[in-house]
């Protein structure tokens, strides 16, 4: 078994993480460190960025310090995980063993850092330094997808809108209508690297609904009587938005950053009364693909995915 695929099992076993669900692997490497031996996982949000990292200290008689630490680089590609670990780890131990922690959380790896044993401390700085480049090529790669301009929604393209507005509160009649409506969205770059400002666009498909600044992290949105959040009631929508990358998409080969292991999605998470909702948007083809996954509230309800396809339209009254 190589680095790679022990790092997996040992993130299974432990933490309950599924490669390709929740993590992907990205890289690894063996950095002389401390002369501490052992095994331990190391969680941290890096510059706002979530990422795992798993440490396992091994003997190297070569090593001036005695100690190499190989280090194996994930990124969580869950979107309920992103915005908490919890939301994906089972630390119970997979049934196949003890149970090695009781909690779990993302932290910025500079408070990692300070926690730790001064022994261990030289493995962290290392790893900083490694990931250093790793981190500005994650982010040229968040900063080259530009989803700005003009898209207009084409309905017999999209699949499972329908059931989705349905299983939202829709009667099949109101949701075909509303299917069939124009819809528009015009995107433009916020002032923060990798944020959006969305404007919606009316029933019409030019004359401005509303507009919407999707921040990075956790952010709060009110919504009224007859959105999909809420139904027949007004409120506020806990929500959380990340860039993400994503195993289920099927890139453009031209657009394909080959230095990623999959496909770059703008993803927020929603929760909201009627239950938690996912919508990941990306690029493919020249088209804006939408697509979303419903998770009603109600136990043992189905889960219902939709995906909309938006086309690029040169001009449009914003």
């Not at 099992?9 to 993480?17: Q, S």
Request: aromatic share 10%.
């Amino acid at each position: 078994m190589n680095l790679g695929a022990a790092a997996c099992d040992y993130a299974h076993r432990v933490y309950g993480l599924h490669h390709g669900i929740h993590i992907t692997f990205v890289a690894s490497a063996m950095i002389a460190a401390s002369d501490e031996v052992g095994k331990e996982e190391a969680e941290g949000s890096i510059d706002g960025e979530k990422a795992v990292a798993a440490k396992d200290f091994t003997k190297d008689s070569q090593s001036q310090a005695g100690q190499h630490v190989h280090w194996h680089l994930f990124r969580c590609i869950d979107g309920e995980g992103d915005a908490s670990a919890k939301n994906m780890c089972d630390l119970s131990g997979q049934g196949i063993e003890e149970p090695e922690f009781s909690d779990v959380l993302w932290r910025p790896l500079a408070e990692v850092f300070f926690s730790v044993p001064v022994v261990d401390r030289p493995a962290y700085l290392a790893l900083q330094h490694w990931l250093e480049p790793q981190l500005r090529q994650y982010a040229a790669a968040v900063a080259s997808v530009d989803l700005g301009g003009c898209w207009m929604r084409s309905a017999l393209a999209c699949k499972g809108v329908v059931e989705l507005l349905v299983a939202h509160g829709y009667t099949h009649e109101m949701a075909e209508k509303r299917h069939f409506q124009p819809c528009g969205q015009f995107w433009e770059k916020a002032a923060t690297p990798g944020e959006w400002q969305v404007t919606f666009f009316k029933q019409d498909g030019f004359l401005s609904r509303r507009t919407v600044l999707y921040p990075l992290g956790e952010w709060l949105q009110p919504f009224r009587c007859g959105s999909l959040f809420g139904g027949g009631t007004g409120g506020v929508a806990k929500r959380y938005t990340a860039w993400l990358l994503d195993p289920d998409v099927d890139s453009d080969d031209r657009d394909r950053n080959e230095a990623l292991p999959m496909q770059l999605t703008h993803c927020t998470v929603s929760f909201t009364p009627l239950g938690r909702e996912e919508v990941r948007r990306y690029l493919q083809n020249g088209r804006l693909i939408l697509r979303r996954k419903f998770w009603p509230s109600a136990e043992d309800a189905a889960t219902f995915t939709c995906e909309q396809t938006f086309v690029s339209i040169k001009q449009c009254e914003c």
